[in-house]
Each structure stands twice: as C-alpha cells, then as structure tokens.
C-alpha cells in the first residue's frame, strides 16, 4: 500500500487530498477518509494537501499509528466498504 490515512483524519475528513488525486483512490467511511491500496499509483499528490497530516508512505506511518496500515486494507474488503467521498 503505498498511501495511508491515519488517525488525524477521524472526524475531519476535509477532502482537500480528493480534490487532487489523479487516480480518485481516496473514499470516504463514516468517521474518516481511506486510499484503496489496489488503485493508488504512489503519486504522494495527497500527502502535502492534508491539513491535518494524516497520510504518510506506508513504511513512514508512525508508530503508534501502525494498525491504520492493515485497517486500510481491511476495510475495502469488509462487507460495507467506503464509498466516493461527498464533494
């Protein structure tokens, strides 16, 4: 997976990362945004646009914030995936 969005995201959702995403990978669950890893192209257009900064390269998600990697793989597999953000 190349890009993550991480905690800061939860409840913020600003979309500023939607608006430049030339490959529109990033959808939107109920409490925060998510990159589908099978469509991402590894740009990094999104990273900079945060406000909040939470989307960081795979192998430089902090720490404490390491469980985001796999709940963002696991949540486009669940049985209610995130849908295309609302502009």
């Known amino acids: ?5 991480t905690e800061p995201c939860i409840n913020t959702k600003d979309r500023a990362c939607v608006d430049v995403c030339p ?9 925060q945004l998510y990159i589908n890893p099978d469509e991402c192209i590894d740009c990094g257009a999104c990273e900079p646009e945060c406000p909040v900064t939470a989307i960081f390269p795979e192998e430089d998600v902090p720490a404490a914030m390491r469980s985001y990697i796999q709940l963002n793989r696991d949540v486009f597999s669940s049985p209610n995936p995130p849908g295309r953000p609302q502009r």
Not at 1 to 5: D, E, R
Not at 23 to 31: K, L, R, S, W
């Open 1 to 5: 997976m190349p890009y993550v969005i």
């Open 23 to 31: 490959v529109d990978c990033i959808y939107e669950g109920p409490e």
